[in-house]
């Protein structure tokens, strides 16, 4: 019986250092933003904003295709990852970081984690056509208020 207790805690022990979680709260923060896709959204990020910037034409005509695959390289998601460890630490306890990893990768998590994307490619296109609504109906009232000259 003595054999079957200590063997159960050494499983269980190991299972808790080596499996779902890691060593420190870090390692965990590690974890979560690696379940969580974190870390590849910084990647997709940064190819957004090269491409935006890639069509803006005075930036266009004058950078070279080498220019940006060597910016694009020196963009590491590694050293992001790491600058926003303490922002983790600061805002989450360590057993929260171990929640979040579990529900991450849960088949809700998984979810979440795939439909992102599309849900905010949605929202923002509705978020753009709101403001545009707005800021017309506010243009149009500084135009008949005289603060604007047509």
Request: charged content about 25%; some cysteine.
């Amino acid at each position: 019986m003595k054999k079957l207790v200590v063997t159960l805690i050494l499983v269980l022990g190991a299972g808790g250092a080596f499996g779902v979680f890691g060593q420190s709260k870090r390692d965990d923060i590690i974890k979560l933003m690696k379940v969580s896709g974190s870390d590849k959204m910084a990647d997709q990020m940064m190819d957004m904003m090269i491409a935006q910037m890639k069509e803006l034409v005075v930036l266009n005509k004058t950078l070279p295709d080498a220019y940006w695959n060597k910016f694009r390289k020196k963009a590491d998601a590694n050293e992001l990852m790491q600058l926003c460890i303490p922002v983790y630490e600061k805002h989450y306890t360590h057993d929260e970081i171990k929640q979040l990893i579990s529900f991450y990768q849960s088949p809700l998590g998984q979810k979440l984690i795939k439909a992102t994307p599309q849900v905010v490619a949605e929202t923002m296109a509705i978020g753009q056509q709101w403001g545009a609504k707005i800021g017309g109906q506010i243009a149009g009232e500084l135009f008949d208020d005289g603060h604007l000259k047509r």
